[in-house]
């Protein structure tokens, strides 16, 4: 089965400038509008589960790229939300370059194969400088979305 990244892509789930100017701020701002789009989560409870995972390593994964990643056992379903800055943040990444995509992924706690699945897809399409550079270009968050939509049918 594929596992397309615009099934757990909401249209609210695209923040077209993430205006922040660190990884903490970029992670909180990125768990209010989780608890926005999902108002069954906890703001705090989200950021809590992103910052515990970073503290394991960051998930900056380089080329300007950052994955986030957690499950949440009040899920009831995967989320994705996707974070871009213009002018990108700190964010401790494998290449110490500043990210400027972030691909937020969220799930409930039994969903260990297709949380791994979406993982590994949202990272297989996030390391061409192609998508990238389209993305960054997109005017806004229907443009971005639309990105993903034609990525996703490419992989």
Do not use: W
Not at 76 to 99: E, T, W, Y
Request: aromatic content about 2%.
């Amino acid at each position: 089965m594929t596992v397309k990244i615009l099934d757990f892509l909401c249209n609210r789930c695209i923040i077209p400038d993430l205006n922040t100017k660190s990884k903490e701020e970029a992670l909180a701002g990125l768990a209010k509008r989780v608890a926005e789009i999902e108002p069954a989560l906890d703001q705090d409870a989200v950021l809590s589960v992103l910052n515990e995972r970073e503290q394991l390593g960051s998930t900056g994964i380089g080329g300007g790229v950052a994955i986030p990643h957690g499950k949440l056992p009040e899920l009831g379903h995967m989320l994705i939300l996707v974070g871009r800055s213009l002018g990108g943040i700190p964010f401790d990444a494998m290449d110490n370059r500043p990210v400027h995509i972030m691909f937020l992924l969220l799930a409930p706690d039994n969903s260990a194969t297709p949380y791994l699945k979406l993982l590994a897809q949202v990272s297989r399409v996030l390391k061409t400088q192609e998508v990238h550079k389209r993305i960054m270009e997109a005017p806004d968050a229907s443009s971005i979305k639309k990105v993903i939509e034609e990525i996703d049918d490419q992989v």
